[in-house]
């Protein structure tokens, strides 16, 4: 069943790691505490992108739950990435709204299935 997912969980983990190299950047800035919502919300996407391709790979029934809230958090993510300027908040911010998007697709076709 796992394959039917394969476009999104590669999303999820491509966003993760985007997530925890900004997370990461953001620590090497000079105002951190001006990152802090941004660091945040970056740890948050990753750990719940991470889950949600956990999910779809057993096949999980809460998938199309669970990939709603992963899209909600990894919009969030990037539209507070967006509003900053360095690469990595950039680069994150882009990852972001493609997994949003392909978790979203995922869920409406997974609650579809149910």
């Known amino acids: 069943m796992h394959q039917q997912f394969a476009s999104c969980i590669e999303a999820c ?3 993760a790691a985007a997530c925890d190299h900004c997370a990461s950047a953001c620590l090497q800035e000079h105002n951190v505490k001006d990152m802090a919502r941004c660091i945040a919300l970056d ?4 750990d719940i ?23 909600d958090i990894c919009e969030a993510c990037g539209t507070e990435c ?17 997994c ?9 076709s997974a609650a579809a299935m149910l």
């Open 13 to 15: 983990y491509r966003c």
């Open 43 to 46: 740890m948050d996407c990753a």
């Open 82 to 98: 967006a509003r900053h300027s360095m690469d990595h908040c950039q680069a994150c911010a882009q990852a972001c709204k493609q």
């Open 100 to 108: 949003a998007d392909e978790c979203r697709r995922m869920a409406k």
């Open 49 to 71: 992108c991470r889950m949600a391709a956990a999910y779809m790979a057993r096949g999980s029934e809460q998938v199309a739950s669970v990939c709603q809230l992963c899209a």
